[in-house]
């Protein structure tokens, strides 16, 4: 073999920061050690890896083909290389995961895998579902967990579980009590929402399709709790995951409205790179995700209030 794993980090650490002293750090190794092993890998094959910059690299084209291969390689050794250790298979998982995702589900699942997995370690990461698709895109992650809807060519988007966007609003206020909204009431309410771009903000806008330009929309917040503490002080109306809302309407802090004729309905998606090694522990994260789809709230709101 003409390649060692050492320069398979080296690459691949380099891919990552599009730095040689950064990626040096990050493998503690010299500057001058990791540069010499990427330059003995180019040098080997008489390749070309990245694009040269200044202090910046940026992989080009061949180096982009070969990073996903080299990753998928280097995953397998260090798996055999436990194997050969006798330690028995260990797993350190990085799972990214949208706002209410991440606060609202994905550590119950991590408790679950590392309570399963003796010695496995879960890094979670909370971003919007741009960013997230981007650092899977980027191999920053091994897996996603997301709430809006995606497109991208290098990554397999599959649905996870269904998922549903409540509207509700504060006990006292006026709306609390006519329990279904028709358009006029949409139209004269005065709405707190999350931020465009976000997956919940998608999906009510798509929902809300020809009221859009009218909607009176007094805030628009990037925190869920935050929607929560602005609309119970009664400063409008709001719409968010199901998921996120039932404690508040089991405390009776918040009251659910119904919105008849507008499908809020939409599903949480897995995101993974088509071309990363699908080790035995994503596979388990994977399986435990779908095994644990609790029943939420119930599918008419109105319902919550009992």
């Known amino acids: 073999m003409r390649f060692t794993l050492r320069q398979l980090e080296v690459f691949l650490a380099t891919a990552h920061h599009e730095n040689i002293t950064r990626a040096a750090d990050s493998l503690a190794m010299s500057q001058s050690a990791a540069s010499g092993a990427l330059r003995d890998l180019e040098r080997q094959f008489g390749i070309q890896l990245f694009d040269r910059a200044g202090k910046r690299l940026r992989l080009n084209e061949l180096g982009h083909a070969l990073r996903p291969r080299a990753l998928a390689?280097?995953?397998?050794?260090?798996?055999l290389e436990t194997g050969f250790a006798g330690q028995g298979e260990t797993c350190a998982l990085k799972v990214g995961a949208t706002l209410t995702i991440g606060?609202?589900?994905?550590?119950?699942?991590?408790?679950?895998?590392?309570?399963?997995?003796?010695?496995?370690?879960?890094?979670?990461?909370?971003?919007?579902?741009?960013?997230?698709?981007a650092q899977v895109a980027g191999f920053e992650l091994d897996v996603g967990l997301i709430e809006g809807e995606l497109s991208h060519p290098e990554l397999a988007i599959t649905p996870w579980r269904e998922d549903e966007l409540i509207a509700f609003c504060a006990p006292d206020h006026p709306l609390a009590k006519r329990y279904r909204l028709n358009d006029d009431d949409l139209l004269a309410a005065t709405w707190i929402l999350r931020e465009p771009g976000s997956g919940t903000r998608q999906t009510f806008d798509r929902a809300l399709?020809?009221?859009?330009?009218?909607?009176?929309?007094?805030?628009?917040?990037e925190h869920t709790e935050a929607i929560k503490r602005a609309v119970e002080a009664g400063l409008?109306?709001?719409?968010?995951?199901?998921?996120t809302l039932r404690d508040a309407f089991q405390r009776g802090s918040l009251v659910a409205l119904d919105i008849p004729r507008r499908d809020l309905r939409r599903h949480f998606y897995f995101?993974?790179?088509?071309?990363?090694?699908?080790?035995?522990?994503?596979?388990?994260w994977l399986a435990l995700c779908r095994d644990n789809v609790a029943p939420g709230l119930s599918r008419h709101p109105g319902d919550a209030r009992n």
């Open 73 to 79: 390689l280097l995953e397998q050794a260090q798996t």
């Open 103 to 133: 606060n609202y589900l994905a550590v119950g699942l991590i408790a679950r895998y590392m309570n399963d997995q003796p010695g496995a370690r879960v890094a979670l990461r909370v971003a919007n579902t741009a960013r997230i698709a």
């Open 209 to 221: 399709h020809g009221l859009l330009p009218q909607l009176n929309v007094l805030l628009e917040l």
């Open 236 to 243: 409008g109306i709001g719409c968010l995951s199901r998921i």
């Open 271 to 284: 995101v993974l790179h088509r071309r990363k090694f699908v080790s035995p522990g994503i596979e388990r």
